[in-house]
């Protein structure tokens, strides 16, 4: 197949395929329930977003989610963020992910970094929910109860939350790549019953031992009246260690019994990165979850019965949860417990070959280094089940889309995503019936009212703008835990337009419908009255030869100077010459913007992330302007304190230096 030209969608819908694919389906099921008739994606978007009544219980209903109790509207006259949906109904998220598959059909693929994969059957799955769920009942857990989970990417994670669902209580959880304090730092706000932990995880050839740190964690949970201990590793327990087996705790058989609760209950809480203050429990409900899950999942990424649905995650990330909700359209799901490049750079498309992924999900850091270690995919696998190769957790630049079109597939899908832990879901993405361009997220998903807004709080078109849902969706937040009045959750996305959700992020809507996210408007490049967001440098930086990773900084300083370096992590036998500098210097003007070419480019060891990989952009602009590093962020909420320490030698001294030394 050829190279598409510039400014031609790199993928376009098979009409066959389209024809077949369940948003199909959806949309004929609307044309009749309705009467109107969409003849494109546009057309079901815009009637999605005008009729959110229509359009939710359309979804309800095309999917079969089932309530008790009698609904009185799909939403109320509320504005956000006080919106209720569905008023008067009860349902069971568990309940609705253990219903679907065939019972010897395989639910649970788990997959660990030493290659050992268990397969578990959806009998297998709803006989180990039923037990763990009487064992929890037994413990005198109830409705509202909250249960939490210091664990590993395994199947006894995805039990032992089904189990807590299914009672109605409320779960969390975060990996053992956190100590004991980071976890307490989370775990303590919810004052938990019950704690599962793990006794290790694998991570790049390693084992790691967490019994220790897991017996910190039970001592710093008062709350808790017993913990279950989980044999990801098989380590023996010490003597004084009183936690139940995971083994006794499923030793008693019982059936799956599902307590019907309110709509708006909870069902889990994530937590925000903590890289601001202490990290905020973000408080999601069963049947937003439900709703917006069947939708991304079985519309959008088109899974259902017979699919494999891969997307590397770990227990920290929203995606974990979205993951588990393949259950909920009968697809298998694939967990990875390890290193995304471990024994090699490859591994990743090892595991979607193997297990004949449908859907494979990735980071934009993924496809890059896959692009610069030579790896061909498409030539040397078997990826023949491979349908959509999603990516989120940043933007995804043009390049890696022609790097997949040629090194994959010229007919697998790019679905990259925007979205949030905020939501657990997305704001836009892809369909079976949506082109592709290289660069761009293909359109706003179904039910969310994107939009681009300027200073004054108009939506504009072919420019940047701030990202705003200007409509309810049902997976936004019910609260945020331990915000009696609402003000934090309030201030956090309604702070600046009244009754409209701005996310935070730099978005541009585009003249065909597509939409590129640009980087966190709280990070931007403002040079000279000209703004950019960091990923249009990152786009470029990150290709060249040698540039492993960047971080570039837009700092205002005291005295009216702004100073904008670029720091570049390089791999291994390169150095940062002259040449080098000016190649990168050339690149940005050429490709990015003349205005932003760096004041400085910096060589440092090392960038900091999130525990979920995303750049610590505005710590270090903090760092620049002066702060001290426990000002800036969580020691815990980062996944290298040393990289994001090696800043403050940075902090002011006279702009437009080389480099800054303390």
Known sequence: MQRPQAGEPIWLPDPSEAARSRIARFTDFVTRRTGITHADYRSLWTW??????????AVGEFFDIRTSGTWECVLDDAPMPTTRWFPGARLNYAEHALRTG???????????????????????????????AAWLRRQGVRAGDRVVGYLPNTSHTVVAFLATASLGAVWSACGQDYGAEGAANRFAQLEPVVLFAADGYRWNGRQHDRRTESAALRAALPSVRVTVRVPNLGLSASAEDDAVRWEDALAEPAECVFEHVPFDAPLWVLFSSGTTGTPKGIVHGHGGVLLDHHKLLGLHLDLGPGDRFLWYTTTNWMMWNLVVSGLLVGATIVLYDGSPAHPGPGRLWDLAAEHRASVLGVSPGYLQASAKAGLEPGRDLDLSALRVLGSTGAPLPAQSYHWVHDHVGARVQVGSTSGGTDIVSGFAGSAPNTPVWPGEISAPLLGVALHAFDANGRPVTGEVGELVVTRPMPSMPLYFWNDPDGSRYHQAYFGSYPGVWRHGDWMTRTAHGSVIVSGRSDSTLNRHGVRLGSADIYAVVDELPGIRESLVIGAELPG?????????????GHELTEDLRAALASAIRTHASPRHVPDAIIQVPALPHTRTGKKLEVPVKRLLQGAHVDQVAGREAVDDIAALEYFTRFAPSPPGTTERTP
Request: proline share 7%.
């Open 102 to 132: 065939a019972p010897g059909d395989t639910a649970l693929i788990s997959v660990g970094e030493d290659g050992t994969t268990t397969r578990t059957t959806w009998a297998q799955l709803r006989a180990r929910v039923g037990a763990l």
């Open 560 to 572: 009216g100077d702004y100073w904008m370096p670029l720091f570049v992590v390089l791999d291994p």
């Open 48 to 57: 999605s977003v005008q009729d959110l009544p229509g359009f939710w219980s």
